[in-house]
């Protein structure tokens, strides 16, 4: 790479000069989709995938120039490192190896001094175990009842990915398995899930690498008195998922059983880990988790080793580069046409925001111009009724439409205008692409559509486990080869630590005044005052 900056490549200059002239009339996408062989070239199929991106603002021009942006970046060969097991981020001095763990290969893989292939290996037979012991009714909870409620007790990447595959993936959910999320450390997260749960079947999961995150230990903390006012005990009741040596992995712990999670992964890439596997095999059964590893194996293989103009995570990277960097859209939608993916973008929102919201490269330099780009989604048809005017009428922004050939529930024909509701969605799916791309000219002005609004297309044959593995994978690899093309570390996140050491300092204060009524907000400054004040007499 002849530099870590973006915008300071030879090939930047021309992708500006470009961008320009992709504003002529000409260049407007009504025109550009009319052309015969559009969408043969301007789409991809591989890996059980098929990308459209002929609805975006591209011409032959923008994919040459995108191959030398790939090529003078050198994103493939920092691809290749990560894979590898090479410290890629570079902060924390750490490796980033969430694509070993749907593997299984018996080769070793050094890292940190361990063998992580042995040791991820070794952790997906204890929870495969531990698993069987549940559903066959060996583990049970403390009065002798099967577990039927499993809460997982976690934040951030601790439950969002495992959220989306739970939600994607629950038509699969045939093990009697009720599955919860205690990420908030709101009250009312919690007190709605007591409510919802049979104490004396339930598993709770605590996960946190640490064991020291505030919010996931206050929500333990209120899961064990729950239990202890039941009359139960928590060690009957409780598993963690944890670093190794952490507070959480102390043997004189009280817990049934720990899973180890490790620092080569990191949270918002770790669902196909022990943070995604033990939740999951418990909900789906651990033949319906091992297939999601292989569709995520199978598009981790394609994004190593495809070429580039027919890599599938690539081609979208350089596109959202594109689109982020050169033609100046700061939002991305994601619609996906299926209601079990629904839990999709609020998974993406971390993965791609927490990764690429950065402001400075790996080597500390601060950026020339802004990396990342707002996440935002709702599935179709629901989007449409929601945010579809903005997208049409107000500020435009790229869409990832996702599309299912094969929906889950085949039983249901009945047809409405002549046609099924399957079909319906479709319908809708093809039209909201067309209409962004295309618009409409009006005489009076509050009908007219400018067009002109790029989008892309991402097709499943279906939303097996294989599917569902594979769309993960395609989203987590577009985001990391985003990261390498902006020069920036996807895999550290000191955004976050500012808030929680001010969160810190202010719950001290809170406790003196638990403490000692009599306790003054006197250090605080007026504004955090004057909210304390108002929190402990509970009225304005």
């Known amino acids: 790479m002849t530099s870590d900056q973006l915008l300071d490549l030879p090939v930047s200059r021309e992708l500006r000069r470009h961008a320009d002239r992709m504003q002529s009339s000409e260049k407007h996408l009504r025109h550009l989709i009319a052309a015969p062989d559009r969408l043969k070239r301007f789409s991809q ?14 011409d032959a021009d923008t994919l040459d120039l995108l191959m030398e942006l790939a090529a003078q970046s050198g994103v493939e060969a920092r691809f290749r490192q990560m894979h590898a097991g090479q410290v890629v981020n570079v902060t924390e001095g750490r490796a980033a190896m969430h694509t070993i763990a749907r593997t299984g290969e018996p080769a070793p893989v050094i890292v940190d001094g361990i063998d992580a292939n042995a040791e991820l290996r070794r952790v997906r037979a204890e929870i495969a175990a531990f698993v069987q012991k549940v559903h066959d009714g060996a583990t049970s909870g403390g009065t002798g009842k099967r577990f039927r409620h499993v809460v997982v007790v976690g934040i ?162 350089l596109i959202s580069i594109w689109n982020a960097s050169f033609l100046g859209y700061a939002h991305q939608g994601i619609i996906p046409y299926a209601q079990p993916l629904a839990k999709l973008a609020p998974h993406i929102q971390q993965l791609n925001m927490e990764s690429n919201g950065k402001s400075v490269t790996m080597g500390g330099t601060p950026l020339k111009g802004p990396a990342g780009i707002i996440i935002f989604g709702e599935p179709g048809t629901n989007a449409q009724h929601s945010f579809f005017q903005l997208a049409h009428q107000g500020r435009p922004f790229p869409v990832d439409f996702i599309g299912v050939l094969q929906p889950q529930y085949t039983g249901y024909n009945t047809l409405s205008k002549g046609v099924t509701n399957h079909q319906e969605l479709w319908a809708n799916m093809m039209a909201q692409a067309n209409a962004l791309a295309v618009g409409k000219e009006a005489a ?26 594979r769309l993960l994978a395609f989203y987590e690899a577009r985001t990391v080869y985003e990261a390498f093309i902006w020069g920036i570390n996807p895999f550290d996140q000191f955004g976050v630590e500012l808030g929680k050491v001010m969160a810190s300092d202010i719950r001290t204060e809170m406790a003196a005044r638990n403490q000692d009524e009599g306790h003054r907000f006197d250090t605080c400054d007026p504004i955090t005052r004057f909210y304390l004040e108002t929190l402990f007499r509970g009225r304005f």
């Open 444 to 469: 009076a002005t509050e009908r007219a559509f400018s067009g002109n609004r790029p989008s892309s297309t991402l097709v499943l044959e279906s939303l097996a486990p294989e599917d569902v593995g």
């Open 156 to 317: 951030g990447g601790s439950y969002l990915g495992t959220e989306f595959v739970a939600t994607a993936l629950a038509a699969f959910a045939d093990k009697g398995v009720q599955l919860h999320f205690l990420a908030n450390v709101d009250i009312h997260n919690f007190g709605a899930i007591a409510g919802e749960i049979d104490l004396e079947a339930t598993l709770w999961i605590v996960i946190s690498k640490s064991y020291t995150t505030a919010e996931t230990l206050a929500n333990e903390t209120q899961a064990r008195s729950l239990m202890e006012t039941a009359g139960l005990d928590a060690a009957q009741h409780l598993i963690t998922v944890t670093a190794k040596g952490s507070p959480g992995d102390d043997p004189a712990a009280v817990n049934l059983q720990s899973f180890h999670m490790f620092d080569f992964i990191g949270g918002r890439y770790s669902v196909t880990s022990a943070v995604g596997g033990v939740p999951l095999s418990l909900y789906l059964g651990n033949t319906a988790f091992e297939r999601f590893l292989t569709g995520a194996a199978e598009m981790d293989s394609h994004a190593l080793s495809a070429p580039t103009d027919q890599n599938l995570p690539l081609m979208a990277a």
């Open 45 to 58: 199929r591989a890996a059980g995938l098929f990308f459209d991106y002929s609805r975006q603002r591209l």
